[in-house]
């Protein structure tokens, strides 16, 4: 199991259709999967802020990424998913389940959520994958490695989709003057 985690704008979809890519020109069956919710860019294709895309299948459920392999014509050898965070908790055990029976399965994932907590179940992939890359940003002030997603505006829901018009990457300090410190640091989203 590998993971692709870093903030928004990091290259986490760039890396995962990379990765992917390079599978299918070895010949090797490929299945690439996203969360239905995250529906920014329709639901057939996995595209990257630098407008790489790759076609997959958009699923609700972590559920559905088994039965979508089983059903397969021919057995992935590779199975991709990206905005990982966005499945329900479930996945973890899916992720592991499918490495057991000797898929590569490559998930790309925030680590972080808008105010600094570790992303839901991402923790725990991050602890099972045998390889995590950690990808920064540049930071929209600084120009330094960022590793957090400020929300630009928009409301406080946990969840909220967007692209550049909601989000900027930001490094350590720039981000703790923009967001209200202590106030979430150290805790874990709920
Ligand atoms: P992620 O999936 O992590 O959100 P993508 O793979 O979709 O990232 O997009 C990465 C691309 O976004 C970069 O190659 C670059 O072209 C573009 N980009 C836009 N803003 C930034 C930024 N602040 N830092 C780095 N890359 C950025
Ligand atoms: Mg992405």
């Known amino acids: 199991m590998e993971v692709v985690a870093g903030p928004m704008f990091s290259g986490k979809t760039e890396e ?48 559905d990424v088994e039965k979508q392999v089983a059903q397969a014509h021919h057995r992935p050898d590779v199975v991709g998913i990206d905005e990982v965070q966005f499945f329900d908790d479930d996945i973890v055990s899916v992720c592991n389940r499918l490495a057991d029976d000797g898929i590569r399965v490559i998930v790309a994932g925030l680590d972080l959520d808008y105010l600094g907590r570790p992303f839901g179940i991402m923790p725990l992939l991050l602890a099972h994958a045998e390889y995590v890359t950690k990808l920064n940003a540049i930071c929209s002030r600084t120009g330094r490695p960022a590793h957090f997603s400020h929300r630009i505006e928009g409301g406080s829901e946990d969840v909220q989709i967007g692209g550049a018009e909601s989000y900027e990457a930001l490094s350590r300090e720039p981000y703790n003057d923009v967001v209200v410190r202590d106030h979430h640091r150290g805790a874990t989203a709920e």
């Open 16 to 63: 995962l259709l990379r990765r992917m890519r390079r599978a299918t020109l070895a010949k090797q069956t490929v299945m690439l999967f996203k969360p239905v919710r995250d529906d920014r860019h329709g639901t057939t294709d996995v595209v990257s802020h630098d407008a790489r895309r790759q076609n997959a299948i958009a699923l609700d459920s972590s559920s």
